[in-house]
């Protein structure tokens, strides 16, 4: 799996827009970009995934630059509750395990 | 929306001790997996099963762990003779397995302590 470089920690006020980056410079053309996050001890959520097209669902944005070496994930309005550990995975096509990363601490203050 | 089950949420045992830890996989999935997570340390892969059998699994995995898929909706994870460095959370994870992109369900984990 391609490495991913992410932050050690952010922090972002309630109700301001969390964007998270992801350095993934070495991935290939069949690599999907993965946003997961873990908030305390719980299992891992699914947040959102791209190959090469900005997406958008009804928990965050993923935005891929042009040459994909580079993702950004998007909370519009962080709320406390998303406070969590932010994954960002690469993985290829039909490759069936995700490897996690440290991730990014999210850390939403009121 | 359907959710992977894990019981139980806690589990102690002694040492030496053998445990099996125990899985619904959401019903229409084909793919099972399971990770681990010491505390404070990164989620780490362990093991994927499809078609009644391993696919893949990590160095972790050695001839302590074995899975199972007894029934059509149950997945467990066994350690026959536990350690005190087995001591981590336990998470279950699937999917369908028909798309070429698809996400991982977790399940929310069960607490191992080895004493």
């Known amino acids: 799996d391609a490495k991913t470089t992410q932050p050690t920690s952010m922090d972002c006020a309630e109700g301001r827009a969390a964007n998270l980056p992801c350095n993934h410079s070495t991935i290939s053309g069949n690599e999907y970009v993965y946003w997961y996050r873990q908030i305390h001890s719980q299992g891992p959520q699914y947040i959102i995934h791209?190959?090469?097209n900005n997406e958008t669902n009804e928990m965050a944005s993923l935005i891929i630059t042009e040459d994909r070496k580079s993702s950004t994930l998007i909370l519009p309005h962080a709320t406390l509750r998303d406070t969590a550990v932010y994954y960002c995975i690469v993985r290829v096509e039909g490759f069936q395990k995700l490897v996690f990363g440290t991730g990014t601490r999210l850390l939403v203050s009121p | 929306e359907p959710e992977v089950t894990q019981t139980p949420s806690h589990q102690v045992t002694q040492m030496g001790q053998e445990v099996i830890l125990r899985c619904v996989p959401i019903s229409n999935h084909l793919y099972f997996y399971w990770y681990r997570q010491i505390l404070g340390q990164k989620v780490e892969f362990l093991v994927s099963?499809?078609?009644?059998?391993?696919?893949?699994k990590s160095e972790i995995f050695d001839d302590q762990f074995s899975v199972e898929r007894p029934d059509g909706s149950n997945f467990t994870l066994k350690i026959r003779s536990t350690k005190l460095e087995d001591s981590a959370m336990y998470f279950c994870?699937?999917?369908?397995?028909?798309?070429?992109?698809?996400?991982?369900?977790f399940g929310s984990g069960t607490q191992l302590s080895v004493l």
């Open positions: 994870a699937s999917r369908v397995g028909r798309e070429r992109a698809e996400k991982l369900f």
């Open positions: 791209g190959l090469k």
């Open positions: 099963f499809y078609n009644n059998e391993i696919s893949e």
